[in-house]
């Protein structure tokens, strides 16, 4: 497992952007595989976008694509979510996860992850 601390969220207006930061610590993240969630009130969560730290390989949810933007910066550890053209449906807290079991591939499933942030919210208003 490793450690999780995001950062960055807030309230934006519709159309606006917003970077959230997940300070990862505790062990080598070669091979670990990094992904953002979220979830609304009443809903379940949901995958928005991974990626898998050694090769960059990138994934999107077709919710966000093209308007979401995951990257990671090795030498501080550190994911970032760059979020623009954000839509109220956007809202939700947003959190940072960790699939450390180094087998390769991106799950979109929740459980497959083993290590989890505190959350950040993020409100887009209309």
């Known amino acids: 497992q490793v450690q999780l601390v995001e950062s960055g969220g807030g309230l ?9 930061s997940c300070a990862v610590s505790g062990r080598s993240l070669l091979g670990v595989i990094m992904s953002w969630f979220r979830q609304a009130p009443g809903k379940e969560r949901e995958f928005v976008s991974g990626i898998i730290w050694g090769r960059g390989t990138t994934y999107y949810a077709d919710s966000v694509k093209g308007r979401f933007t995951i ?11 760059q979020m623009s053209s954000l839509k109220p449906e956007d809202t939700a807290v947003y959190y940072c996860a960790a699939d450390t079991s ?12 083993d290590s ?7 409100t887009v208003s209309s």
């Open 12 to 20: 934006v207006q519709a159309g606006g952007s917003l970077r959230l």
């Open 71 to 81: 990257s990671r910066d090795a030498g501080t550890n550190t994911v970032y979510l």
């Open 102 to 113: 180094l087998d390769g591939s991106l799950d979109y499933s929740a459980q497959r992850y």
């Open 116 to 122: 989890w942030g505190q959350g950040t919210q993020v």
